[in-house]
T-cell receptor, first 112, second 111 residues
Framework: EPEVTQTPSHQVTQMGQEVILRCVPI?????FYWYRQILGQKVEFLVS????????KSEIFDDQFSVERPDGSNFTLKIRSTKLEDSAMYFC??????????FGPGTRLTVL | EDKVVQSPLSLVVHEGDTVTLNCSYE??????LLWYKQEKKAPTFLFML????IEKKSGRLSSILDKKELFSILNITATQTGDSAIYLC???????????FGKGITLSVRP
Protein backbone atom coordinates (compact mmCIF):
# COMPACT_ATOMS: atom_id res chain seq x y z
CA GLU A 1 0.00 0.00 0.00
CA PRO A 2 1.44 3.42 -0.92
CA GLU A 3 2.66 5.53 1.99
CA VAL A 4 3.83 9.03 2.67
CA THR A 5 7.51 8.97 3.60
CA GLN A 6 9.53 11.57 5.47
CA THR A 7 13.24 12.13 6.03
CA PRO A 8 15.06 12.40 8.29
CA SER A 9 13.23 10.68 11.13
CA HIS A 10 15.09 12.83 13.66
CA GLN A 11 16.96 16.09 13.13
CA VAL A 12 18.99 17.87 15.77
CA THR A 13 20.09 21.42 15.04
CA GLN A 14 21.47 24.48 16.75
CA MET A 15 19.29 27.55 17.26
CA GLY A 16 19.59 29.90 14.29
CA GLN A 17 20.44 27.17 11.80
CA GLU A 18 18.38 26.38 8.72
CA VAL A 19 16.69 22.99 8.41
CA ILE A 20 14.93 21.31 5.52
CA LEU A 21 12.45 18.56 6.22
CA ARG A 22 11.63 16.29 3.31
CA CYS A 23 8.48 14.43 2.37
CA VAL A 24 7.54 12.17 -0.52
CA PRO A 25 3.74 12.23 -0.81
CA ILE A 26 1.74 9.37 -2.25
CA UNK A 27 2.00 9.31 -6.01
CA UNK A 28 -0.95 10.93 -7.83
CA UNK A 29 -2.01 12.88 -4.76
CA UNK A 30 -2.71 16.52 -5.50
CA UNK A 31 -2.98 18.21 -2.10
CA PHE A 32 -0.13 18.48 0.36
CA TYR A 33 0.06 19.63 3.96
CA TRP A 34 2.44 20.20 6.82
CA TYR A 35 1.38 19.88 10.47
CA ARG A 36 3.37 19.95 13.66
CA GLN A 37 2.90 18.49 17.13
CA ILE A 38 4.77 19.97 20.05
CA LEU A 39 5.32 17.33 22.73
CA GLY A 40 2.16 16.85 24.77
CA GLN A 41 0.09 19.20 22.61
CA LYS A 42 -2.38 18.95 19.75
CA VAL A 43 -1.47 18.40 16.13
CA GLU A 44 -1.53 21.86 14.52
CA PHE A 45 -1.99 22.87 10.90
CA LEU A 46 0.88 24.78 9.31
CA VAL A 47 0.27 25.03 5.58
CA SER A 48 -1.60 23.54 2.63
CA UNK A 49 -0.20 23.39 -0.90
CA UNK A 50 -1.93 22.77 -4.21
CA UNK A 51 -1.03 23.33 -7.82
CA UNK A 52 2.47 24.47 -6.86
CA UNK A 53 1.41 27.20 -4.53
CA UNK A 54 0.39 27.74 -0.93
CA UNK A 55 -3.39 27.61 -0.62
CA UNK A 56 -3.63 28.38 3.09
CA LYS A 57 -1.25 28.95 5.98
CA SER A 58 -1.66 29.33 9.73
CA GLU A 59 -0.38 32.09 11.98
CA ILE A 60 2.46 29.78 12.98
CA PHE A 61 3.71 29.72 9.37
CA ASP A 62 5.58 33.02 9.43
CA ASP A 63 8.38 34.34 7.22
CA GLN A 64 10.81 31.82 8.71
CA PHE A 65 8.93 28.98 7.04
CA SER A 66 8.70 28.09 3.38
CA VAL A 67 7.51 25.11 1.35
CA GLU A 68 8.50 23.84 -2.03
CA ARG A 69 7.77 21.02 -4.40
CA PRO A 70 11.01 21.12 -6.33
CA ASP A 71 10.71 18.12 -8.62
CA GLY A 72 7.19 16.71 -8.73
CA SER A 73 7.81 14.08 -6.09
CA ASN A 74 9.40 15.73 -3.06
CA PHE A 75 7.64 18.26 -0.84
CA THR A 76 9.88 20.18 1.53
CA LEU A 77 9.45 22.40 4.57
CA LYS A 78 12.27 24.83 5.27
CA ILE A 79 12.77 26.69 8.51
CA ARG A 80 15.27 29.48 7.87
CA SER A 81 16.49 30.30 11.35
CA THR A 82 15.32 27.78 13.91
CA LYS A 83 14.22 28.76 17.39
CA LEU A 84 13.93 26.62 20.51
CA GLU A 85 10.14 26.68 20.21
CA ASP A 86 10.33 25.08 16.76
CA SER A 87 11.18 21.79 18.47
CA ALA A 88 8.31 19.47 17.56
CA MET A 89 7.27 16.51 15.46
CA TYR A 90 6.56 17.67 11.91
CA PHE A 91 4.08 15.64 9.87
CA CYS A 92 3.58 15.78 6.14
CA UNK A 93 0.23 14.69 4.72
CA UNK A 94 -1.13 14.22 1.23
CA UNK A 95 -4.57 13.77 -0.23
CA UNK A 96 -5.93 12.58 -3.59
CA UNK A 97 -8.98 14.78 -3.21
CA UNK A 98 -9.83 17.25 -0.53
CA UNK A 99 -10.59 15.94 2.99
CA UNK A 100 -8.97 12.50 3.43
CA UNK A 101 -5.38 13.17 4.39
CA UNK A 102 -2.75 10.46 4.78
CA PHE A 103 0.09 11.21 7.14
CA GLY A 104 3.77 10.38 7.03
CA PRO A 105 5.71 9.02 10.04
CA GLY A 106 6.98 12.48 10.95
CA THR A 107 10.34 14.13 11.55
CA ARG A 108 11.26 14.90 15.12
CA LEU A 109 13.05 18.27 15.14
CA THR A 110 15.11 19.12 18.18
CA VAL A 111 16.53 22.66 18.39
CA LEU A 112 19.31 23.13 20.94
CA GLU B 1 -11.56 30.01 16.34
CA ASP B 2 -12.30 26.40 15.38
CA LYS B 3 -12.49 24.06 18.33
CA VAL B 4 -12.47 20.26 18.65
CA VAL B 5 -12.90 18.65 22.06
CA GLN B 6 -12.41 14.96 22.76
CA SER B 7 -13.46 13.04 25.83
CA PRO B 8 -12.44 11.32 27.93
CA LEU B 9 -8.76 12.25 27.65
CA SER B 10 -7.71 8.78 28.71
CA LEU B 11 -9.33 5.44 29.26
CA VAL B 12 -8.18 2.10 30.64
CA VAL B 13 -10.21 -1.01 29.81
CA HIS B 14 -9.78 -4.77 29.74
CA GLU B 15 -9.64 -6.91 26.66
CA GLY B 16 -13.12 -7.70 25.43
CA ASP B 17 -14.67 -4.46 26.70
CA THR B 18 -16.53 -2.06 24.43
CA VAL B 19 -15.45 1.58 24.42
CA THR B 20 -17.03 4.76 23.15
CA LEU B 21 -14.83 7.74 22.33
CA ASN B 22 -16.40 11.17 21.98
CA CYS B 23 -15.63 14.17 19.82
CA SER B 24 -17.50 17.47 19.78
CA TYR B 25 -16.73 20.45 17.60
CA GLU B 26 -17.45 24.09 16.94
CA UNK B 27 -16.10 25.17 13.57
CA UNK B 28 -16.95 27.31 10.60
CA UNK B 29 -17.15 25.91 7.06
CA UNK B 30 -17.43 22.26 8.11
CA UNK B 31 -16.52 19.75 5.40
CA UNK B 32 -16.01 16.46 7.20
CA LEU B 33 -14.87 14.79 10.41
CA LEU B 34 -12.03 12.31 10.47
CA TRP B 35 -10.80 9.78 13.00
CA TYR B 36 -7.17 8.70 13.18
CA LYS B 37 -5.28 6.16 15.30
CA GLN B 38 -1.83 7.24 16.46
CA GLU B 39 0.40 4.51 17.80
CA LYS B 40 4.07 5.43 17.66
CA LYS B 41 4.25 8.25 15.19
CA ALA B 42 2.04 8.73 12.14
CA PRO B 43 -1.71 9.19 12.56
CA THR B 44 -3.31 6.34 10.64
CA PHE B 45 -6.59 7.13 8.89
CA LEU B 46 -9.66 5.29 10.21
CA PHE B 47 -12.83 7.01 9.01
CA MET B 48 -14.12 10.09 7.27
CA LEU B 49 -17.68 11.18 8.02
CA UNK B 50 -19.60 13.78 6.09
CA UNK B 51 -23.28 12.94 6.60
CA UNK B 52 -25.31 12.74 9.79
CA UNK B 53 -26.63 9.41 10.96
CA ILE B 54 -24.73 7.18 8.55
CA GLU B 55 -22.56 4.70 10.42
CA LYS B 56 -19.16 3.85 9.02
CA LYS B 57 -17.85 0.45 10.01
CA SER B 58 -14.56 -1.36 9.72
CA GLY B 59 -14.29 -4.63 11.62
CA ARG B 60 -14.73 -3.92 15.31
CA LEU B 61 -14.61 -0.16 14.82
CA SER B 62 -17.56 2.01 13.91
CA SER B 63 -18.27 5.72 13.89
CA ILE B 64 -21.20 8.05 13.43
CA LEU B 65 -21.65 11.79 13.04
CA ASP B 66 -24.40 14.08 14.33
CA LYS B 67 -24.20 17.39 12.46
CA LYS B 68 -27.09 18.89 14.39
CA GLU B 69 -25.56 18.32 17.81
CA LEU B 70 -22.01 18.73 16.44
CA PHE B 71 -20.44 15.53 17.68
CA SER B 72 -19.15 12.18 16.62
CA ILE B 73 -18.48 8.92 18.42
CA LEU B 74 -16.02 6.15 17.70
CA ASN B 75 -16.97 2.73 19.05
CA ILE B 76 -14.61 -0.17 19.48
CA THR B 77 -16.14 -3.52 20.40
CA ALA B 78 -14.33 -6.55 21.81
CA THR B 79 -11.20 -4.50 22.44
CA GLN B 80 -7.76 -6.07 22.03
CA THR B 81 -4.36 -4.99 23.37
CA GLY B 82 -3.50 -3.90 19.83
CA ASP B 83 -6.19 -1.22 20.08
CA SER B 84 -4.06 0.61 22.65
CA ALA B 85 -3.22 3.94 21.03
CA ILE B 86 -4.13 7.60 20.91
CA TYR B 87 -7.33 8.22 18.95
CA LEU B 88 -7.45 11.59 17.23
CA CYS B 89 -10.54 13.39 16.01
CA UNK B 90 -10.03 16.06 13.35
CA UNK B 91 -12.48 18.33 11.61
CA UNK B 92 -11.85 19.35 8.02
CA UNK B 93 -12.89 22.90 7.18
CA UNK B 94 -12.77 25.48 4.47
CA UNK B 95 -11.90 25.48 0.82
CA UNK B 96 -8.42 24.16 1.52
CA UNK B 97 -9.45 21.28 3.78
CA UNK B 98 -7.45 22.33 6.80
CA UNK B 99 -7.65 19.83 9.68
CA UNK B 100 -8.23 21.01 13.24
CA PHE B 101 -7.40 18.30 15.75
CA GLY B 102 -8.58 17.51 19.23
CA LYS B 103 -6.10 16.63 21.99
CA GLY B 104 -6.65 12.94 21.45
CA ILE B 105 -7.90 10.12 23.68
CA THR B 106 -5.32 7.71 25.10
CA LEU B 107 -6.81 4.23 25.19
CA SER B 108 -5.04 1.49 27.13
CA VAL B 109 -6.36 -2.04 26.77
CA ARG B 110 -5.14 -4.38 29.51
CA PRO B 111 -4.94 -8.14 28.91
Amino acid sequence: EPEVTQTPSHQVTQMGQEVILRCVPISNHLYFYWYRQILGQKVEFLVSFYNNEISEKSEIFDDQFSVERPDGSNFTLKIRSTKLEDSAMYFCASSPVKDTQYFGPGTRLTVL
Amino acid sequence: EDKVVQSPLSLVVHEGDTVTLNCSYEVTNFRSLLWYKQEKKAPTFLFMLTSSGIEKKSGRLSSILDKKELFSILNITATQTGDSAIYLCAVCTGANSKLTFGKGITLSVRP
